[in-house]
């Protein structure tokens, strides 16, 4: 990969991973959040185990193909390596990063990684997409894109992924909760374009997507594995059934 100018949210995330498919611009920016909000290695962490628990779920209850939305680098713990031999395909809208985690999984039987936009199903690769969205119920992973999103969009965009799948499918999804409203610098960074919800907020806007029992939970406090991570509760979460 090229050495870019300017950051990238998939690259930090990598970075507070602890993955190596960053730069020092990505480290840089990092850095910068966190002197005005706090570490975030933790928070990643937990979100990524909450990703990992959510898929095993699924794969043990019998899903075995998953369409992931703005998947970032993956690595450490991603989708392929949570439900091995299952059908993945990843999507991102950033070049660079699809270029990046296509190479990655690269030789990975099923595993697939192409140009897509969570808010525009129809344009992902029409081939690619039948791999995993080919009549049996499927996993859909929307995980650190909801804040990216107005309420209108997000709404659309989960009513279109509800149409593009079968009875029987599954969501995980999360949003950014209003842990930033307390740091108002770090918030500024994040610009206007970014969208804090309540739990109560974010039901709303699923649509007819039917959250499990499980409810809408601080990530860090669904299904764990054990005591719960001590993490701010900065992003909440679940699953939903279509």
Known sequence: MTEP??????RMIDYWLGGSDHFPVDVAAARAFESAYGPCADIFR?????????????????????????????????????????????????????????????GTAGVGYVLGDATDLAAIDAGARAQVLDGAPAGLVFLGLAAFLDDATLARALDAMYDAVPPGSRLA?????????????????????????????????????????????????????????????????????K
Not at 5 to 10: D, F, G, L, Q, R
Not at 47 to 54: E, H, K, T, V
Not at 176 to 195: K, Q, V
Not at 213 to 233: S, T
């Open 5 to 10: 100018e300017a950051p990238s949210t998939a």
């Open 46 to 106: 937990s979100l990524r185990a909450f990703s990992g628990r959510a898929v095993r779920h699924l794969a043990a209850g019998g899903i075995d193909r998953f369409l992931v939305f703005g998947a970032g680098i993956p690595t450490r713990g991603n989708v392929h390596e949570q439900a091995p031999g299952a059908r993945v395909l990843y999507t991102d809208i950033d070049p660079q990063i699809v270029a990046a985690g296509a190479g990655i999984v690269a």
């Open 173 to 241: 999804f999360d949003f950014d909760a209003t842990e930033l409203e307390a740091y108002p610098e770090a918030l500024a960074m994040m610009g206007p374009g970014f969208h804090m919800r309540t739990p109560e907020r974010f039901a709303q806007l699923l649509g007819r997507w039917t959250p499990t029992a499980d409810g809408i939970v601080p990530v860090a406090r669904w299904r764990p594995d054990g005591e719960p991570e001590r993490v701010p509760d900065a992003f909440w979460g679940g699953l939903a059934v």
